[in-house]
């Protein structure tokens, strides 16, 4: 069975905390994505990757920065946790010929900052 | 990317067909149509996707319309368990995966 795994369901952290989310993968993907997800505003990419290494910009960069040191990891990284950071963080896989291929997500890591 | 557009929700009874429709006249030649669902507290499903000819899976159908400026998602007999916010997406790159507002498919027992 294909899976996404993200590190936990539920996270508290406190304002100005360094932040971390993982994510791993079992498909032997080449992309990664995450996405936060808020009510009204749906699904916005964050950022995603195409290869080890490599990342790309997605709509709301901002305050985010990630890294892919190994194929099947892909972490987010809030370097200063703000409230306004306080959401449902989703990350998915897919292979490389993405546009003809189905994308995975995992269960989602709902973060709150206090 | 180019843009689509849903209908912010629809009704539907158990046991009964379910029509989505999703309007991408901006589509380009290349882009294929795709649609998920996201179930409540999860995170999103792929259902099936396309390029230019009608698709069936096990969970679904889409029609694509002849120009591809249109499609629709059709579920043959709605279940409760389908109740879900559906999502069509064009998909124009090998990487990006971008979600517009979706449809939320009530289903009625």
């Known amino acids: 069975d294909v899976k996404v795994t993200q590190s936990s369901r539920y996270l508290v952290k406190r304002t100005g905390e360094k932040v971390f989310l993982e994510c791993v993968q079992d498909m032997d993907h080449e992309n990664m994505f995450w996405y936060r997800q808020d009510p009204g505003l749906g699904l916005r990419l964050i950022y995603f990757?195409?290869?080890?290494?490599?990342?790309e910009k997605g709509d709301i960069p901002e305050g985010y920065s990630v890294s892919r040191e190994k194929k099947e990891r892909f972490s987010l990284i809030l370097e200063s946790a703000s409230t306004n950071q306080t959401s449902m963080y989703l990350c998915?896989?897919?292979?490389?010929?993405?546009?003809?291929?189905?994308?995975?997500f995992g269960q989602g890591t709902r973060l709150t900052v206090v | 990317d180019a843009k689509t557009t849903q209908p912010n929700s629809m009704e539907s009874n158990e046991e009964e067909p379910v029509h989505l429709p999703c309007n991408h006249s901006t589509i380009s030649g290349t882009d294929y149509i795709h649609w998920y669902r996201q179930l409540p507290s999860q995170g999103p499903e792929y259902v099936i996707h396309?390029?230019?000819s009608n698709v069936n899976n096990r969970m679904a159908s889409l029609a694509i319309a002849e120009d591809r400026k249109s499609s629709t998602l059709i579920l043959h007999r709605a279940t409760l368990r389908d109740a879900a916010v559906y999502y069509c997406?064009?998909?124009?790159?090998?990487?990006?995966?971008?979600f517009g507002a979706g449809t939320t498919v009530t289903v009625r027992a």
């Open positions: 998915a896989s897919s292979p490389q010929q993405g546009r003809n291929t189905e994308a995975f």
């Open positions: 990757s195409y290869d080890v290494k490599m990342k």
């Open positions: 997406i064009l998909r124009d790159s090998n990487y990006k995966l971008s």
């Open positions: 396309g390029l230019t």
